[in-house]
């Protein structure tokens, strides 16, 4: 929050121009979430080292009441501004106040935010969605952005490979000391993150338990016009993270020859904004402006889909030079006689 009120105000604001309210605007649509939230805050000005008003939670929060916050659905672009036109629905958003803030610059532990429960219908891939915040005593619109929502891969099952029913495409390292990973396109999804979790059981701590270990891999890109992206998981990367994770864990572990598969998305909204952040990480020092697609304000609208997940099975062999189950023994991990899930 910081970076972006700092980051935001050296390239939006002149000090001498007058005083005028600019929000601080945040929402991710998630069509596989139960509740979507949206973050409101104000920005600040004051004579006073600038840090000192952000634990005042009055400085940057807005009260209870003062702002209405809803979400129209529209059937096309056009219908946005075309006199006279009403939405296909509103999501409303209520005040709610949450107690689990980090503590830090700015006021904890307490933060509210704007919460609409998702019911069926509320999300549509075909749709455009506008988020409009407003100010109730005058009626003035403070704030407003339009995003759409990821929509579905042109294929029954998002994964190619591995696969969780077809022989061979198993998770493995048997070509090129590496376990390609290959996805059907989303519609509009612009940046993709897969994440693997490999999991075993310990034989006398707790056996009934699975546990896992978790890899998440660089994000890619994609250009909206392919039709499969695929990454990859190392055999270096692999055992490396095994043997990070295990190295201390002296208890005797068994095989459960399966692994998860989870893919994260987001639509080029988010992308952007992601993208502005790594910049400015990666050139300190350099004039750099973070991304905004808020009219009125500043901040992000943006979608994504974060509830991906398929369970595929893992190469049981224990047959050298690759076998999986020979190469994790050779790590002294203390992995014993397989066991399927």
């Known amino acids: 929050m910081a970076v972006m009120l700092f980051a935001a105000c050296k390239a939006d604001f002149n000090p001498n121009a007058d005083w005028k309210e600019v929000p ?5 649509l998630d069509q596989d979430d139960t509740v979507s939230y949206v973050r409101v805050q104000k920005c600040y000005l004051g004579d006073d080292n600038l840090k000192s008003y ?10 209870e009441g003062e702002l209405r916050v809803e979400i129209l659905v529209w059937p096309d672009e056009a219908s946005m501004v075309r006199e006279g036109a009403l939405p296909i629905r509103t999501l409303a958003f209520d005040y ?18 704007y919460l609409h429960r998702n019911v069926v219908g ?6 455009y969605y506008q988020l409009v915040v407003t100010k ?18 042109q294929h029954e099952s998002w994964i190619e490979t591995p ?32 994440q693997c979790q490999y999991y075993y059981r310990c034989r006398y701590v707790d056996p009934d338990s699975v546990r896992s270990i978790v890899m998440t891999l660089p994000y890619k890109v994609s250009t909206l016009t392919e039709s499969q992206l695929t990454t990859a998981l190392s055999s270096s990367t692999f055992f490396a993270e095994m043997e990070h994770a295990l190295s201390a864990d002296t208890s005797t572990k068994m095989f459960v020859d399966s692994a998860r598969i989870s893919l994260a998305i987001c639509n080029e909204p988010l992308h952007a ?14 004039e750099q402006q973070l991304y905004s697609n808020i009219e009125g304000g500043i901040g992000v609208f943006g979608a994504r889909r974060t509830h991906l997940s398929v369970c595929v099975p893992a190469d049981a062999s224990d047959v050298p030079p690759l076998g999986l189950h020979y190469l994790i023994r050779e790590l002294n991990l203390g992995f014993q006689q397989p066991e399927k899930l």
């Not at 952000?54 to 009260?63: G, Q, T, V």
């Not at 709610?96 to 935010?113: E, N, W």
Request: glycine residues 6%; hydrophobic residues 35%.
């Open 273 to 286: 904004y992601l993208n502005s952040i790594d910049m400015i990480r990666s050139q300190m020092g350099q």
């Open 163 to 194: 696969h969780p029913s077809i022989y061979g495409r198993s998770f493995h390292f048997r070509r090129y000391s590496e376990c390609p990973i290959t996805w059907y396109a989303f519609s509009r999804g612009r940046r993709y993150q897969v």
């Open 122 to 127: 509320d999300f549509d891939t075909s749709a």
């Open 136 to 153: 109730v005593a005058t009626g003035a619109i403070l704030a407003r952005s339009t995003t759409r929502l990821i929509g579905n891969p």
């Open 96 to 113: 709610q106040m949450l107690h689990d803030k980090a503590s830090g610059v700015f006021s904890s532990p307490d933060q509210p935010v």
């Open 54 to 63: 952000a634990s005042i939670r009055d400085s940057s929060n807005y009260a």
């Open 24 to 28: 601080l605007v945040y929402c991710v």
